[in-house]
């Protein structure tokens, strides 16, 4: 190893040097691996790094060989990344030996807690800035799903973004979170009863996966996360996938992501956000879309005042599939109205009515 980079939440990029290939782009788990020093032999995983990867693109360190961490001594029993090389054993909120076990066994369901639900993780912060440019004082919680990446930690957005959120729940297999769940629908439990959100948000971490096919897209798991919400007695608010930049027709107006997800997945139904101010063209493109939505699924088109505004003044730089705001205006302006709407439909006490 020639170098150290930035370092973020569980996240170290360094510098290795590698035979036939240079010098390399990598990044280190410190709670997996330890934390890498220059001059150490680094064990590198390249799959990432070779195929250039848009997001991710990194060589991943398996292990500094040299010197490892100690062996894990717990607390907790869940888990995660199963009968992987690196599966990481982690303290789920639902265990029976912690302080939360009686929480969540005896939650029964959200309250009627607006959940916003997206299919992409570059969602997460136009979709927290919509509800806190609505409602400042608001608690925003993160349940970050196991489509993408798997730790939490690798997500620079969710490190600049910490003390604008409740916390952060990774379900599934995915670990890394303030709080770590067995399930979605334990993961959502938590945000509502332990880090008292009055608002969640819910998507897969960075790295979706796509083949171009109707059904082969890691975002299907929005429909199913709707279902949980509905389930649990929560509010499920879709954040639309919306472009006019995108250079595959699939993906243009409202894609087919959330067409399948919301309209085919979704079966306890959503209210689908559009925002106002698209322009003639692609608003008319989206209300068409959206002219095929099963009965149980509500349009809301909600007035976006304000939020242009509120985005261009991000905490974290807003790109998806790496076009910025300016190029991809109508996509982050649907997550932050989709925000908005969740800001506006919270419950009030029992006490206001």
Known sequence: M?????????????????????????????????????????????????????????ALVVAVPDRLPPDPSGP????????????????????????????????????????????????LPAALIGVLATDPDLRVAYVMTDGGALVAGFSRTLSSLASSLAGVVTVGQAFGGDLEAVTLHTGLLAAKHVLGADVAIVSQGPGNLGTGTPWGFSGVAAGEACNAVTVLGGEPVGALRISDADPRPRHRGVSHHSLTAFGRVALGGVTLIAPRGLGSELGSQVEEDLAGQPERNRVVWMDVDGLEEALGLSPVPLSTMGRSFPEERAYFLAAAAAGRYAALQVPLPDDEG
């Open 2 to 58: 020639t170098a150290l980079g930035r370092a973020w939440r569980d996240a170290q990029e360094l510098t290795a040097e590698v035979d036939g290939d240079g010098e390399v782009r990598a990044l280190a788990h410190p709670s997996l691996v330890g934390v890498p020093e220059v001059g150490d032999t680094v064990l590198l995983n390249t799959t990432a790094w070779a195929q250039r990867l848009g997001t991710g693109g990194y």
């Open 76 to 123: 907790g029993h869940l888990v995660k990344a199963r009968y992987t090389p690196l599966q990481v054993s982690v303290q789920g909120v639902d265990e029976q030996d912690t302080e939360h076990h009686r929480t969540i066994a005896d939650a029964e369901d959200l309250a009627g807690m607006p959940v916003v639900v997206a299919d992409l993780h570059s969602a």
